[in-house]
């Protein structure tokens, strides 16, 4: 049981901006290093290694983007973005390139924490190759190829048991239509957002308490979807 | 022949001069065997030779130079010049005329190689000046359009934007007064303090709906949407504007209905999720909790697909419907009609610009059994290009022509 | 432009005939001791003459007809393809030589002339093509250059505006969060006062800068519409000066400021305020982009017919002359690096262009020149001064 503070490193140029996120995540009870730019984040981050790294997307000299390139090239450390409303293919860039979350400007202390805690939850990918999968009420066993919700059992097709697989592995990280297609698709259908849209739709009239208003699968508009397992 | 061309004139004629002279030694050896016909014909071909390779000046020095040859040299008695027989007269004629004609041919022919040469040049030339030319134009229309756009912007952005930044820094001062303040009595209470901090953070949210607004409405007024349009799916439009607005939902009920095999919508597809948000987050605002919010959408006509968002509030009258379009700068438009479109300030005047730049049209009807209000609005299907808008492609004839 | 008749190779064909007929004809009128060379020269004219009206082939049917008629009526014994005089079998041979050769050179130059017509008329249809291609790709270019600029326009204003938004709303929700945490579990707020009155001096400073960009802009829109309201005073140039020096000082810690005033300057008739902001923003662009330590030189003095001039030079990486006309439009800074695909320096650019705005109300102008000496630039402003007779000019 880990009683250190949760390291989180800070990346923005813009100085107000930093100030305010010192202040706030320290009473909250992390440990937090800001750096003003790329460069500077990539040094720090080799001798004090983050737990969570934020980042702004835009960003002279090094981009958002690049960094999280650089720093996925030497770790697994989950990288929230943070991005001007509109932005949507840098966005969808950032976490091609490995984000795992992104919340848009200007926005609330409160939301910004809750995807912190959600990035931290996150379990490492080591995980990942495990045959039952457990998020929240959810439960997939990989070898029986069976799925449950709470004490119900689910009765979905392959695709949709795949979809759902995925879907819990990476809970709580945006997936963006490109990575979601390719993993459970493959390479060929990268582009055929129409089709995921479908099988979404499917899955959530399977698991939703109100498909109108998903709770699990939620919409990423214009990027992909998350997984919200809580 | 035609590299002739560039030879100085003197030399044309001096090389003329030197053909008929040549020719002339040649056929002097033979003269005994051959008659005068033959050498008459020889000294034709030189003179065309001469024509059509210098021109007709030198070769009518050759005619000259060739009809005395043939006297002196060829016509009995030789060694003399006698003028009067009419061969030499006949024979002369004819190398003039063979040496003008010839001459006038060849000059002409010569004349229009050069300026065919000499406008291959100049096209190459006004290519190039041709080319810069419509870099600047371009850059120029480029710049005119951006103009307009910057103007737009500039016109939005002045006027709403005080407001909210006001009750921001009048909050903040008051509370930062108030953090300085020793005296316990003077000190604000807890929530009064979270008073002013809710309308900071308020104004923060106006301001940044506003910035949103004033970027879709310059670019609208700058005739900019048609830019990006691209193929969308309904469901996938609807479906994002649904999670863009699901804060302002959670207190409604949401059915969404699209006919089975609706046809792909030629539009921008962010500027119609963001119809659908402002019709939604209408629907929201004026309706009690618990009430149903429904999106439908359906195919009205071979070009056109119909979507509408309806709510179970007290609806819109009738006199209002027009009204609530239009964009509220200063604040005029109160009275009755102030209290219910106070809130909507531009949503639904963008709203309408978006619509209309994609050729469609936006208006309102009662909602089912005459309850509430239903927002309905087309957009085309696109085969044919509406607008006459490709993005991407050389069709500038088709272009639209600003705003 | 050639007759149609010319141009029908059937009435070439005739003309040859009758042609060689005619002269056979009238030369036979002569009687038969007509000099064969001349019947020859003459057939030969007639050759060239179809040759150059008709071309070649015609003038192969002339030159052949020639041939055979010179033969038989011309070449004793008449009337038969025999030929008796050797000198005569010469002669026709080279007749025969020199017909032929006469009717093709002269075709084909005739035809060089026609090939070479034509190939200059395709060089005009060609052009006129270029020309309409250019006209439609420049527009669609135009489109395209167009929505460039715009993006980067629109994503530079957005984010100066949503900037200090964000921190003003992310500073307000820590503590409001703070205070209902703190009521709903009846304790003191975790947030240390310092850190509190740190978070509301943000949303102070960051409410000012939005303030001071929606007022950029509105300056921005009146230069726009032309709608400048000066206060003009008469006034000395050393105390605007001041002013904005004053206004500048956080920069003036940076950069080293050199201040020439020549003696003895006319005094200029302008609005304080608004010339001090030129000056100001001037100075701020010279030490944004000169290195920190470098002098900032600043100096006034008369120019020519009637203007004073003042200039602010720094010693950073200078203006390219390509650039030096369009810093002063509105935006510049946002769109020229919204070409370069990214932003390297933040900010949307108006400074200048409203100093230009303000100097053009002025009836002055503005401009960049090359620093004095070293790299840097040099932007000079010049003003009129306003001639004895008070009142004479207005600025707008």
Not at chain 1, 147 to 152: K, S
Not at chain 1, 158 to 180: C, D, Q, W, Y
Not at chain 2, 379 to 395: A, F, H, Q, R
Not at chain 3, 295 to 324: C, K, Q, T, W, Y
Request: glycine fraction near 6%.
């Amino acid at each position: 049981m880990e009683n250190r503070k949760p390291r989180i490193l800070v990346v923005d140029d813009e100085p107000q901006l930093t100030r305010v996120l010192l202040r706030s995540l320290t009473t909250k009870g992390y440990d937090v290093r800001i750096a003003g730019d790329g460069d500077f984040a990539l040094q720090t981050f080799q001798d004090w290694p983050a737990e969570l790294v934020i980042t702004d997307l835009a960003m002279p000299n090094m981009s958002g983007l690049e960094l999280c390139r650089r720093l996925r090239a030497i770790s697994q450390v989950p990288i929230i973005v943070l991005s001007v409303r509109g932005e949507e293919k840098t966005k969808v860039e950032a976490l091609d390139a490995g984000a795992d979350d992104y919340v848009t400007k200007p926005f609330g202390m409160n939301e910004l924490l809750a995807r912190i805690r959600a990035a931290l939850r996150r379990k490492p990918a080591s995980e990942a190759d495990s045959r039952i999968l457990v998020a929240g009420d959810f439960r997939i066993d990989l070898e029986s190829h069976t799925a449950t919700q709470g004490d119900h059992e689910l009765r979905l097709t392959p695709k949709e048991f795949e979809l759902l697989a995925h879907l819990m592995r990476n809970a709580g990280k945006v997936l963006t239509h490109h990575s979601l297609l390719g993993a459970v698709w493959g390479g060929d259908y990268t582009e055929q957002t129409e089709y995921l849209r479908v099988f979404i739709g499917q899955l959530r009239k399977k698991i939703e308490p109100d498909p109108s208003k998903p709770r699990f699968i939620l919409t990423e508009p214009w990027i992909g979807y998350r997984f919200n397992a809580e | 022949m035609i590299a002739q061309w560039i030879k100085p004139r003197w030399l044309s004629y001096g090389l003329a001069i030197l053909g008929v002279v040549a020719i002339t030694a040649i056929l002097i050896p033979f003269r005994q065997r051959i008659n005068s016909t033959t050498v008459g014909f020889a000294f034709l071909l030189v003179i065309l030779f001469i024509a059509m390779a210098w021109g007709r000046k030198p070769a009518l020095v050759a005619s000259v130079l060739a009809m005395l040859s043939f006297n002196f040299f060829f016509l009995p008695p030789f060694h003399t010049f006698t003028i009067a027989d009419p061969q030499n007269w006949v024979a002369l004629t004819a190398f003039f005329i063979t040496a003008i004609a010839v001459g006038q041919l060849s000059a002409r022919a010569k004349r229009r190689a050069e300026e065919a040469e000499a406008s291959r040049i100049e096209i190459k030339r006004l290519y190039e000046d041709l080319q810069n030319a419509f870099e600047r134009a371009s850059e120029a229309e480029a710049l005119k359009r951006s103009e307009r756009l910057k103007s737009a912007l500039l016109d939005a952005v002045t006027h709403d934007i005080r407001t909210p930044l006001t009750s921001i820094k009048a909050s903040a001062t008051l509370l930062l007064e108030d953090r300085e303040a020793t005296e316990p009595v003077e000190k604000l209470a807890p929530d009064e303090q979270t008073a002013m901090l809710r309308v900071i953070t308020h104004g923060a949210d106006r301001l940044d709906r506003f910035v949103e607004g004033i970027v879709d409405l310059a670019r609208i007024e700058a005739g900019d949407l048609t830019l990006y349009r691209n193929w969308g799916v309904v469901e996938d439009i609807i479906d994002a504007a649904l999670a863009q607005a699901e804060p302002l939902t959670r207190r409604h009920r949401i059915r969404v209905s699209v006919e089975n095999e609706l046809p792909v919508i030629r539009v921008d597809a962010r500027a119609v999720a963001e119809v659908i948000y402002t019709l939604i987050d209408n629907a929201s605002k004026y309706s009690p909790p618990d009430t149903l919010v429904s999106i439908e959408a359906k195919r009205v006509s071979d070009d056109q697909v119909e979507i509408a968002v309806e709510d179970q509030g007290p609806g819109i009258p009738v006199r209002l419907r027009e009204k609530v379009f239009e964009r509220l700068y200063r604040g005029h438009n109160n009275g009755a009609a102030g209290e219910l479109i106070g809130g909507i300030g531009m949503g639904l005047a963008i709203a309408k610009g978006i619509v209309e730049a994609h050729g469609g049209h936006i208006w309102i009807e009662d909602g089912a059994q005459g309850r509430g209000a239903r927002i309905v609005f087309t957009v085309p299907v696109g085969d044919d290009d509406l607008n006459g808008n490709v993005p991407d492609v050389v069709g500038g004839d088709k272009a639209r022509a600003d705003g | 432009m050639k007759p149609t008749l010319l141009n029908r190779p059937w009435i070439g064909y005739a003309a040859a005939l009758a042609g060689i007929a005619l002269v056979t004809g009238t030369l036979k009128l002569f009687g038969e001791h007509i000099n064969p060379t001349t019947v020859a020269l003459a057939f030969l004219l007639i050759i060239l003459f179809v040759a150059t009206a008709w071309g070649s082939r015609p003038a192969i049917v002339a030159s052949i007809v020639g041939i055979v008629f010179f033969n038989f009526f011309f070449l004793p014994p008449f009337r038969t393809f025999a030929i008796r005089d050797p000198h005569n079998w010469i002669a026709f041979v080279a007749f025969m030589i020199t017909a032929i050769t006469v009717g093709q050179l002269s075709g084909r130059v005739k035809r060089r002339a026609e090939e070479a017509e034509a190939a200059k008329a395709e060089v005009e249809r060609l052009y006129y093509e270029l020309q309409d291609s250019f006209e439609r790709s420049s527009q669609a270019k135009a489109l395209k250059q167009s929505e460039r600029l715009k993006s980067a326009l629109l994503d530079a204003v957005t984010h100066d505006l949503r900037t200090p938004l964000t921190s003003i709303k992310a500073s307000a929700t820590t503590l409001l969060d703070d205070l209902y945490s703190a009521e709903r579990n009846n304790v003191e707020p975790r947030l240390e006062l310092e850190d509190r009155k740190e978070m509301l001096r943000v949303i102070d400073e960051e409410s000012d800068r939005l303030d001071r960009f929606v007022e950029g802009l509105t300056r921005l829109a009146r230069i726009d519409a032309g709608e400048m309201h000066l206060h003009l005073h008469r006034t000395q140039i050393d105390e605007i000066i001041t002013m904005a020096l004053k206004r500048a000082e956080p920069r003036t810690q940076t950069h080293p400021m050199e201040v020439w005033i020549e003696d003895e300057l006319p005094s200029i008739k302008v609005d304080e305020q608004a010339i001090a902001e030129v000056i100001y923003t001037l100075v701020d662009n010279a030490a944004k982009y000169s290195p920190a330590g470098s002098p900032i030189r600043i100096r006034a003095r008369p120019g020519d017919n009637h203007f004073l001039l003042l200039s602010v030079e720094d010693h950073g990486p200078g203006l390219r002359p390509e650039v030096r006309d369009r810093v002063f439009e509105k935006f510049f800074r946002a769109m020229r690096d919204g070409d370069a695909g990214d932003r390297r320096t933040s900010g949307t650019g108006m400074g200048l262009a409203i100093a230009r705005g303000i100097v053009e109300a002025h009836h002055g102008r503005i401009w960049i020149e090359d620093a004095d000496e070293g790299r840097g630039a040099k932007f000079v402003v010049s003003l009129p001064i306003s001639s004895d007779e008070d009142g004479k000019r207005q600025a707008a």
